[in-house]
């Protein structure tokens, strides 16, 4: 068998001892909060049927599916012919498809692209190679893996309607996969944590998404953050006010990017999506109104005052802020903020955002409330409402932050070292004592010098070794040596636990 | 959007929130057990590329491995190509290819086999498809989703040589992903749960491994099992005694089915693969030898006193006993078997596999030490041992012996139901207290009767419902009802939470 180059995937990552702590510290603790609210637990398959995951992330969406070969005989008779002709059709077209690879292609195709020669040889084959390749893919692969968690709990909602509790409260924490180019920050596989609740139109649900995450990112440590909160319904009042309805989408699209460009960006580019100056200037003070919640809130009542939808929004928007009141938020502030749009079209009430104030990242968790979920699947009209929780990019806030704890009583908390055979075997029954009292020991076999052994309790941040040579055989009294101090003292193996136990 | 059917791949899963609850408490139990004695978690990616995978199982497992489509135009014109020309010599060497599907043929080719002219026709094209898809198939997938745990931490420890430190002993609980035809208790996705040490040759590494399952099955309930031990050196010792050295890998596969083929059927195939009736007779008393472990060691030292190995066998399982005696185990019964070979050709040193006595059950967990698992990434040498639970197998028996505990503290503990929109109110500060509390409590939202509040309750298997009408506000005292008992009284807060409190 020809040696490997031992490499994963780019895109993809393996999580060592220390990230495995910490990711579980942030899983762990956000569940906890689920639980609390009643949220359980579901899992589903890595891979589902392509076709219940084709057309519900757009076309784009599709292209970054990651497609699962099928299994055994792939390549049949069906699928030969229709390469053939494909083939065949590319020839009478007189394209001469040379060896090109995509990467390559797509470099030089910035190159070339004014050069009309080139650009006929390598983008027109280009083009029919991905025609063949869109066609021929759900040909030769009826699975793919989970795109997101959303479509696959729809999904289950609708599979399992008759096991379900309604209304169904459940939380998912699993990986996802896209075939996104990668970078820095971005990963071709990566966790989602989401909780979504279906078949309850409450606005309690809402309200309760708020303390979910104030509580969660209270226990991880986070002192200042908000939670930025909007209604679909109110952008379509805007938009009905403005009228301009039907163009909600390039609306919102738009002044969700208030951040990033600034007015002057937003309104250049509804200038060109087809909005005039007129428009614009009844929008701006709108997206622009200030005053704490409940001042923005009353201005908008009087501005929306003629629309039924935006009114709707503001009312939702009304009793949230009205529950949040009897809910005891601890750390988050929470703000209306007309600007926050959310790209996905399928919401259609309240929307939610998080962002620390403490380090530069992006949003760390966001969700809202849709309306049909489950439509694609043949059952209509269930209405629901999530959030979901940033798990990688809340890893590098504590990260930056330094909210990692450095003590860690999950890992091995004393290690027994011994200078031979004979205190191998002493040493053995002070293991089973320590390890019956749950605290987690190991001992390193004989064999090894001191030195070697010292190492490895560094290496693994073990806090605590007990060395055990000829003069601890003969007293009973083990040297206890404190890791970080270096102190060093002799005890019995029941003061060596009580320690152990006050420190723990 | 055309509607789909909400399925799932076949052999794949779903897990609801009991299952969820169940599998996490099997997990969570075994987890805890690794860090007691030292191991810690690592992740690998779901996708490895092809090449680390490839070669690793046999032909056999590698028809099994499901492969990652390539994203993007993975047709590319030497794709093409490679079609052409193994078509063409399809069409060269006069071979019809109709249009036929993997599954039909199977079934048809049974009942065609003896007809020499359909055979032709229909397995001859089967076969030209296959080495097709075989030829096709590593062109246009370079991923492939994890086969089993084993092969991606081989190549995590030589990917990760520099910041290992040695020994290094983790564990991983990931699933894994298999092309097998699905059937009962068999499934395409499932997970594993793995413990390993490389770089260590302790025999220390073996004893713990008895521990770590024997404290992790009892406090999972189970309290009848046997881990039965044997050594490869043993074997190789057994196959030199008579006289088949070359032959160990017929003779333990052989013996190895002792259990489902008796004594005649292991003696029949040893026949078929060249022993003769002299040999079985000098292998028979050795395979069948009888009493305690001390006993059988006894034996077995003067029936290989010839074999250098099959002493050294006999030395290291006699080391792992020495060490068993000093560590306490609780409920397992530890059996030297002779008969356990295990299939795994890497397995070197000691073997271990775990049987339940409890219920009928294939083996609920084994494995074993290699000598030489990172090879086939460039790092020879490395010695290691490891053990894997069945958590599937696991689950399936602790439902049968009903040992998963009814209650449950993770699940909701309370739920608060309201009459109207006014008790939903006054219901939000209780809902606050009892949270504070970290009592997982839920309220169900206004505008629902109180017969689907309960039942809601009774569906979620919620142990205490609060009950808040007219009366309760006005008086301070709510109604608290046991929903298993049907027992209710009227409590204020402070007493349910004192009441709850104690329970917990």
Chains 1, 2 share one sequence.
């Not at 084709?54 to 070969?69: A, C, M, N, R, S």
């Not at 020669?117 to 066609?135: D, G």
């Not at 109104?289 to 005052?305: A, D, M, R, T």
């Not at 004979?422 to 293991?431: G, H, N, Q, V, Y």
Request: charged share 25%; hydrophobic share 40%.
């Amino acid at each position: 068998m020809a040696n490997v180059k031992a490499a994963i995937p780019k895109g993809t990552r393996d999580f060592g001892p220390v990230e495995m702590i910490r990711r579980n510290y942030i899983f762990d603790t956000i569940k906890k909060v689920f639980k609390k609210y009643g949220y359980q637990e579901i899992q589903t398959p890595t891979m589902e049927n392509l076709d219940t995951l084709t057309g519900k992330y757009g076309d784009e969406g599709d292209q970054l599916i990651f497609k699962v070969l099928n299994s055994g005989d792939f390549l049949n008779q069906k699928v030969l012919d229709q390469v053939g002709l494909i083939t065949q059709q590319l020839d009478t077209a007189g394209i001469e498809l040379g060896d090109i690879r995509d990467d390559d292609t797509e470099m030089r195709s910035i190159k070339l692209l004014n050069n009309e020669k080139s650009f006929n040889n390598i983008m027109k084959p280009m083009e029919h190679y991905r025609t063949l390749s869109k066609k021929i893919a759900p040909q030769i692969s009826e699975k793919a893996l989970r795109y997101d968690l959303t479509v696959p709990f729809a999904r289950y909602v609708v599979m399992h309607q008759n096991e379900i509790t309604s209304p169904f409260k459940r939380f998912q924490i699993q990986p996802v996969w896209r075939a996104d180019r990668p970078q820095k920050g971005r990963y071709r596989e990566f966790y989602q944590c989401d909780a979504d609740v279906v078949g309850s139109d409450s606005l309690l649900n809402e309200a309760e998404f708020v303390c979910i995450y104030d509580e969660a990112l209270t226990h991880l440590g986070l002192k200042d953050f908000t939670i930025k909160i909007n209604n679909r319904k109110i952008l379509s009042g805007i938009a009905e006010l403005i009228g301009k309805p039907d163009m909600i989408i390039d609306l919102t699209v738009a002044i969700d990017k208030l951040d990033k460009i600034g007015l002057d960006g937003v309104e250049k580019e509804l200038l060109e999506k087809g909005f005039d100056k007129k428009e614009l200037d009844i929008l701006k003070p709108v997206i622009l109104l200030s005053g704490n919640n409940q001042e923005k809130l009353n201005s908008l009542k009087e501005i929306l005052s003629n629309s039924m939808i935006g009114l709707k929004g503001i009312e939702e928007i009304d009793k949230v802020f009205s529950y949040l009141q009897n809910f005891s938020i601890r750390t988050a502030k929470v703000e209306l903020d007309l600007t926050l749009a959310r790209g996905l079209n399928y919401y259609t009430g309240c929307i939610f955002e998080v962002k620390t104030n403490e380090a530069a990242m992006g949003s760390i968790g966001g969700g809202g409330r849709y309306d049909d979920l489950t439509g694609m699947f043949g059952k209509e009209g269930l209405t629901g409402v999530g959030i979901s929780f940033g798990a990688d990019r809340i890893y590098d806030v504590l990260e930056e932050l330094q909210l990692f704890s450095a003590s860690n009583q999950q890992s091995t908390q004393v290690l027994i070292c011994v200078f031979g055979e004979a205190e191998e075997a002493f040493a053995i029954p002070i293991l089973n004592i320590l390890r019956t009292a749950e605290i987690n020991t190991e001992l390193f076999p004989f064999g090894a010098k001191m030195k070697k052994q010292m190492q490895y309790a560094n290496d693994k941040q073990i806090p605590f070794v007990v060395i055990i040579g000829g003069d601890e055989m003969q007293s009973g009294l083990l040297s206890l040596k404190n890791m970080e101090s270096g102190e060093q003292e002799k005890l019995s193996i029941q003061e060596i636990l009580t320690k152990l136990k006050n420190l723990g």
